[in-house]
């Protein structure tokens, strides 16, 4: 298991990024996330990550070319250099630790400044509408984030195994929990995150293509539900008239 990179990028360019990362977990949200800033800001990509038990499917774009289960991207973004695992696949359970280990010492090597993972959060732990996302302090973080400590719940998962060599390795950071649907794609929840990685990294970046992409999910979930109603009501209503041959 290593990390393969397309070009020589030297140390130097990768020091001091702001690595952030996130998986297909709860309403998918760390993975959608992650995939908004590559799109978005327009990142390159410069690598990626081999597994032992390497995931056999791919997928072609005109835009990438042929797509990897774990890519690395990196661009410099209004001063600040952003390096973004995107991870199109989940490892399986046998890589999953060693996959953590990997990234952790792998972004510690670098020297990173600091790291942003993120993930989705159970929203019946929401005290209010206005919640948007609870965070925990990672590595020796020192700083302050606008909203409640996620303390005292289970944190599951290759993000859990994440958050724990991150810390191991002091790789100072933060993860955030966005309140999310948990059982379906949640681009609502991501823009969220989005928005407070922007605050994080002092510019403001546009989530007009993730609350889009909310809009069409709800709109299908809507009629979907609608269906299943007028279903229900046809069949409690063939119950009530029995037919008489």
């Known amino acids: 298991m290593n990390i393969v990179l397309f070009d020589n990028i030297a140390d130097e360019d990768l020091q001091d990024s702001i690595f952030i990362t996130g998986f297909q977990g709860f309403g998918m ?3 959608l996330t992650s995939r908004h800033l590559v799109l978005e800001l327009k990142l390159k ?21 042929v797509i990897y289960p774990f890519e690395l991207y990196y ?11 995107l991870n199109n696949g989940t490892p399986i359970i046998r890589d999953r630790t060693n996959y953590a280990d990997l990234v952790a010492r792998w972004v510690k090597e670098k020297k990173v400044s600091s790291a942003i993972l993120v993930g989705g959060l159970d929203p019946s732990l929401r005290e209010s509408e206005e919640e948007k996302y609870r965070w925990i302090p990672v590595g020796g973080y020192e700083g302050k984030l606008n909203a409640q400590l996620l303390e005292n719940r289970h944190i599951i998962g290759p993000l859990a195994l994440l958050i724990m060599f991150m810390d191991a390795y002091k790789v100072p950071g933060v993860a955030i929990f966005a309140f999310t649907e948990l059982y379906r794609p949640d681009p609502r929840a991501s823009a969220a995150a989005v928005e407070v990685i922007g605050e994080m990294l002092g510019f403001k970046i546009d989530t007009t293509r993730l609350l889009e992409e909310a809009k069409i ?15 229900e009501m046809e069949e409690s209503e063939r119950k009530g008239h029995p037919i008489y041959l």
């Open 29 to 31: 949200v760390g993975y």
């Open 45 to 65: 990509r410069i690598g990626f990550v081999k597994t032992k038990y390497y995931p056999e499917t791919t997928i072609y774009t005109r835009e990438i070319g």
């Open 75 to 85: 661009g410099v973004v209004n001063g600040k250099k952003l390096l973004v695992l």
């Open 217 to 231: 999910i709800e709109s299908i979930e809507a009629e979907r539900e609608r269906m299943l109603k007028t279903i």
